[in-house]
């Protein structure tokens, strides 16, 4: 299981953690979460060419389903916050964050990607998610991708 990025108080698990769960059962997955001097956990999912995302708000003691096309899965969202609960994080749900204004959802069939992660950009520096945040999101991806190979 890899730890992705950890900057500003956020920690980012790869998109494998969910299958990894699945695939070896939740009693043994290690139990070493660390969430010293974290704000957020970000969990990213993927299932069936389809993105969403866990967040957990660490402070709070909180766990959300944030999915771009409203969907909520139950299966998901109980295997992470069963293993998150066995490496000793006692989490409630944030319902209310979740059914939150906050999100925009996409209008369109391919681009939860880009939701989810301009969702996990404008929460780790809360700032309010709108859906120009997901067009200037295309442009950043556009951007790095340009910086980085030509």
């Given at each position: 299981?890899?730890?992705?990025?950890e900057k500003h108080r956020v920690r980012c698990f790869?998109?494998?953690?969910?299958?990894?769960?699945?695939?070896?059962?939740?009693?043994?997955?290690?139990?070493?979460?660390?969430?010293?001097?974290?704000?957020?956990?970000?969990?990213?999912?993927?299932?069936?060419?389809?993105?969403?995302?866990?967040v957990v708000d660490v402070q709070r003691a909180t766990?959300?389903?944030?999915?771009p096309l409203g969907i909520f899965n139950e299966a998901?969202?109980?295997?992470?916050?069963?293993?998150?609960?066995?490496?000793?994080?006692?989490?409630?749900?944030?319902?209310?964050?979740?059914?939150?204004?906050?999100?925009?959802?996409?209008?369109?069939?391919?681009?939860?990607?880009?939701?989810?992660?301009?969702?996990?950009?404008?929460?780790?520096?809360?700032?309010?998610?709108?859906?120009?945040?997901?067009?200037?999101?295309?442009?950043?991806?556009?951007?790095?991708?340009?910086?980085?190979?030509?």
């Amino acid at each position: 299981m890899a730890i992705l990025e950890e900057k500003h108080r956020v920690r980012c698990f790869d998109s494998f953690l969910l299958e990894e769960i699945k695939h070896r059962g939740v009693s043994n997955m290690p139990n070493n979460v660390n969430t010293a001097h974290t704000e957020f956990l970000f969990i990213p999912l993927h299932q069936q060419s389809h993105w969403s995302l866990i967040v957990v708000d660490v402070q709070r003691a909180t766990i959300s389903y944030l999915d771009p096309l409203g969907i909520f899965n139950e299966a998901n969202m109980k295997a992470i916050t069963d293993y998150l609960r066995r490496a000793g994080l006692s989490l409630v749900r944030d319902k209310q964050f979740e059914n939150s204004k906050k999100f925009p959802t996409q209008k369109n069939s391919y681009d939860c990607g880009v939701y989810i992660l301009e969702y996990a950009r404008c929460i780790a520096s809360h700032q309010r998610c709108t859906q120009a945040n997901m067009k200037k999101g295309r442009q950043n991806i556009k951007h790095s991708i340009e910086e980085v190979y030509l």
